[in-house]
């Protein structure tokens, strides 16, 4: 495995050159402090811990390409319930297929098309690979939206006897 590479402002580009002369290149990126403290303000969470991404990317046939990774990542979130710190440990393997494109524009055609889920299966790209790109749409997938601390919930308030005055009881008012 290739030694651990230190990324900085969520990019390390692999160019297709690089990928076809090593056939499988293998990776293992650790975000820098300062990715680190970028992570919070794209997120909306209130610390991120590490982040780290692994893995290999491997040209199958001569316009296709494979990665296969694990992505690991420990943040800090507020509760959703209480606003207390929880700790959120993201580990997602992923694998994606990255379909070669070509430089020259076709025109383009107005059609009809379905979208179905193999529509999502394959990304295009033209001569590089943004492996930080990945690192952080996977992790801001992986965040929970709503993060619960273990045993909180919401509990009802007591309420006190108020007396409230009666929205109508002005009308009565009138009708003296």
């Known amino acids: ?18 990928i076809k002369r090593e056939i499988e290149y ?24 590490k982040a780290s991404f ?15 990774g694990t992505v690991k990542a ?9 606003l207390e710190p929880v700790v959120t440990t993201i580990y ?13 524009k076709k025109p383009i055609k107005k059609s009809v098309f379905e979208l179905t889920e193999k529509s999502f299966d394959n990304d295009i790209i033209l001569d590089e690979i943004n492996l930080g790109e990945v690192l952080m749409e996977t992790i801001s997938l992986e965040t ?15 309420t006190e006897s108020i007396e409230r005055e009666n929205p109508f009881s002005i009308l009565s008012k009138l009708k003296k």
């Open 92 to 104: 997602e393997q992923i694998s994606r297929t990255f379909l070669i494109g070509q430089n020259e």
């Open 74 to 82: 420990k943040l800090i979130q507020p509760c959703s319930l209480t």
């Open 54 to 68: 692994n893995g290999h990317l491997k040209l199958q046939v001569a316009n296709q390409i494979v990665l296969c």
């Open 144 to 158: 929970p939206d709503y993060p619960k601390k273990s045993g909180a919930s919401i509990s009802s308030i007591p």
């Open 26 to 49: 293998e990776f293992n990126l650790v975000c820098s402090k300062d990715a680190l403290r970028e992570l919070p303000k794209r997120l909306n969470i209130i610390e991120a811990k």
């Open 1 to 18: 495995m290739k030694k651990i590479q230190e990324i900085d402002n969520f990019s390390y580009i692999i160019s297709l050159e690089q």
